[in-house]
């Protein structure tokens, strides 16, 4: 078939919205809606007490571009989903493969899902983050292995001249009723034809599912653990690039102003060059250890940063002058008041920001992890007066991200450093680099008020101050394109912050608010659940303060005045599962709490060991999750687990001493994140039944109902309630020196 006469047979078709990129070669490639009118899945309704969530705009951003699902089926017989989000650890490339193995009726070690490159024809389908990473792939990826399928029996129909209605597929081949058998490889070729004709195409409904819903390890996880796994740094793409580190000022956003000894640090074993760079001085060698030698040895004035002088109390005390004061109550009501500070937390994922760049004159590549490839390609060109097209970048799967990867900043310094050396780079972040000069969740002052009257709660007001979380990585972009009135980052902030967090109870007359003071300017990112650990966490603890006020358990209370049923059902199983309200030791005690978001619902029962209020430790846990459509049971019982590991170190131990402009913490060691003996002795993880046809998100869905549980545990074994997270953070470490 010429081209033109594809065209034709396109336009002619409703749906036909495929590029048969392969055709008429051995693989079949999909865009969502091939071939014929296609069934489409009808989505669940929201429940009426549902908000529209981060996750409804986010599939809305995406509807003019879900049909671009790129599948290929091999002559090997194998398939692979070049998939449009960024596969960080938490297992989304599995959720996918399963999707692509259900559908496609072939076993699941025969689907690869390898990573797909920046695509700007995507525009806004391209962005990991906000646990929308299912919501958003869940229909169209189905439908486009549907398609594969259907393709594969037409193919096999027209070869032995017999009805498709008589053909059936199973691992990997379609097969007749006479016993005769296909491989898919032995058809894709076939299978590629624009001209086959496909009618009703339709995805298997949930009582087919032999797959989806059913537990499934990791494809990757072979690799990881015997070592042959490639992250960035790992690869071998780019002959002669050598190892590159860069020497950061001694506070948060310092830049370079002169250097002192350059003559001397390029003389010294393995050095080959130094350049100023916008972000400080790339260094570039021949190993990493002589690059770390010069970084140690250079000399450089630097021109001030954002927050020079400033400590975490400067820090605090400015937002809580910031925040609205409560109004008086008007004495015909009982009030709960309470105030908490979060302190800075680093992301601190596994591994560093690492980046491979070769950029020339009228081109560049680009190897990185990044959560926004697109937008970062765009930046990155910009920076370097290239077009768009001419930077290619490749979304490499990374250690962990918890949001700290919607930045590309690692890839721009790569790039930076390769156009100013002339040569490629291998670039890379030290532990240090990291901890004081990554992103960080800011730090956050909230003031909260509950009022009680006639034996019920009347009214709940929580106003929030936090520094600016930073948005300019393409979502504050997206904001933009997609929502009218405001300007500016504020705008930015405040909507995200109304598309993700609800309070889960009937309250009366429930205030949430969300300030950003203008003045203090950290380098912040959305960290994992974003506002929702802190805001719904501090809530947990006024709930259970609340019920203690009117002498009602904690469970019972919750229960009573939750808006959700999924959510209560979620309560009820921890609250049994785990044996709530049973006898405790001394110093010992229970905490309960939950979490509504992502069209998910969440509960953590903890038991906890505070017999040392300064050495608090949880050694026992019950979680149990309603994520609608459950697609990988144990993917989700990771992401709980990680939740609860998460919520740990933040309320208990960790977080980011800001002092005179730069963090102390420089390493895992004394940033105190949870280690294997602060982790429970015991984790039991319950994933609900189906209560909806599509997956909820699952990715932030724990962090804030561990947080919760957690401090409510703290707070009934040692008859304090804490109002500062971490509970005990103490500096005990000696700081490195500031670089």
Request: aromatic share 6%.
């Amino acid at each position: 078939m010429t081209e033109d006469a594809r065209s034709k047979a396109r336009m002619g078709r409703r749906r036909f919205l495929t590029y048969l990129v392969a055709a008429p070669t051995v693989t079949v490639a999909a865009r969502w809606g091939l071939g014929g009118e296609a069934a489409e899945a009808v989505p669940s309704p929201p429940r009426p007490s549902e908000l529209y969530d981060v996750g409804d705009f986010y599939k809305n951003a995406c509807e003019p571009t879900k049909n671009m699902v790129l599948l290929e089926v091999s002559e090997q017989g194998e398939a692979s989903l070049w998939l449009h989000r960024m596969e960080v650890g938490q297992g989304i490339t599995t959720a996918c493969a399963m999707l692509v193995a259900e559908e496609l009726n072939l076993p699941l070690s025969k689907v690869h899902v390898p990573l797909r490159d920046a695509d700007p024809a995507l525009l806004f389908n391209q962005l990991t983050g906000g646990s929308t990473a299912m919501r958003t792939v869940y229909g169209p990826i189905r439908q486009a292995a549907a398609e594969a399928r259907a393709r594969m029996v037409a193919a096999a129909a027209r070869q032995w001249d017999i009805s498709v209605g008589q053909l059936t597929t199973r691992d990997g081949l379609v097969a007749a009723p006479d016993g005769r058998t296909a491989t898919y490889g032995s058809l894709a070729a076939a299978a590629a034809d624009p001209g086959l004709s496909l009618t009703g195409v339709k995805t298997k409904s949930a009582a087919e599912f032999s797959v989806i819903g059913k537990p499934a390890g990791r494809i990757d996880a072979r690799k990881m653990v015997t070592g042959q796994f490639h992250y960035t740094l790992d690869l071998d793409v780019i002959p002669g690039a050598k190892p590159c580190l860069v020497h950061r000022a001694p506070t948060i956003q310092g830049t370079p102003k002169r250097l002192r000894n350059d003559a001397e640090v390029r003389a010294m074993p393995g050095v080959i060059d130094i350049a100023v760079i916008e972000s400080g001085v790339a260094i570039l060698a021949d190993t990493f250890g002589q690059a770390w030698d010069a970084k140690k040895a250079l000399r450089v004035d630097w021109n001030p940063g954002t927050v020079d002088g400033l400590s975490n109390d400067d820090i605090f005390a400015k937002l809580e002058a910031a925040t609205v004061p409560l109004a008086v109550p008007d004495g015909l009501v009982d009030t709960i008041d309470a105030e908490f500070r979060f302190a800075p937390v680093s992301h601190a994922p596994l591994e560093s920001n690492t980046a491979v760049a070769d950029v020339r004159a009228d081109r560049a590549e680009i190897w990185s992890g990044l959560q926004t490839p697109i937008f970062a390609q765009q930046v990155i060109a910009e920076d370097l007066g290239l077009p768009q097209d001419a930077v290619k970048v490749h979304v490499v799967q990374s250690g962990g991200a918890f949001g700290r990867r919607l930045f590309h900043d690692g890839a721009m310094e790569a790039a930076r450093a390769s156009k100013a050396f002339g040569r490629p780079v291998k670039l890379m972040w030290t532990r240090t680099d990291d901890m004081r000069h990554g992103r960080m969740r800011g730090p956050s002052f909230h003031r909260v008020r509950a009022t009680v009257a006639g034996g019920q709660v009347a009214s709940y007001e929580h106003r929030i101050t936090e520094t600016k979380t930073d948005f300019s990585h393409g979502i504050g972009e997206l904001i933009t394109a997609k929502l009218s009135g405001g300007a500016g980052n504020y705008t930015y902030a405040q909507s995200f912050f109304n598309l993700m967090v609800e309070c889960p109870y009937n309250f009366g007359a429930v205030t949430e608010v969300l300030h950003e003071p203008e003045d203090i300017h950290l380098n912040t990112a959305s960290w994992r659940s974003v506002y929702s650990a802190m805001v719904r966490g501090a809530e947990e603890l006024v709930v259970d303060q609340i019920a203690a006020k009117l002498g009602k358990d904690a469970h019972m209370f919750r229960r009573e005045y939750l808006k959700h049923d999924d959510a209560r059902a979620v309560l009820d199983k921890v609250a049994t599962e785990g044996g709530w309200g049973r006898k405790m030791p001394s110093g010992h005690a229970q905490g309960i709490a939950l979490h509504v978001e992502h069209r998910s619902s969440c509960a953590f029962l903890v038991e906890m060991d505070a017999t040392d209020p300064r050495r608090p430790r949880v050694y026992r846990a019950t979680i149990a999750a309603d994520v609608g459509r459950p697609i990988n049971p144990l993917g989700i019982e990771a992401q709980m687990i990680s939740g609860l590991t998460d919520g740990i170190s933040t309320t208990l131990r960790a977080g980011l001493h800001i002092k005179d402009g730069l963090p102390l913490e420089g390493s895992y060691s004394q940033s105190h994140f949870a280690r294997q003996k602060d982790s429970p002795r015991e984790v039991k993880v319950f994933v609900m039944p189906p209560s909806r046809e599509e997956p909820g998100g699952v990715g932030e869905l724990p962090v804030p109902a561990a947080v919760g549980a957690i401090a409510c545990a703290y707070a009934r074994a040692t008859g304090t309630w804490p109002r500062h997270f971490p509970i005990n953070f103490d500096v005990d470490f000696n700081p490195f020196p500031p670089n």
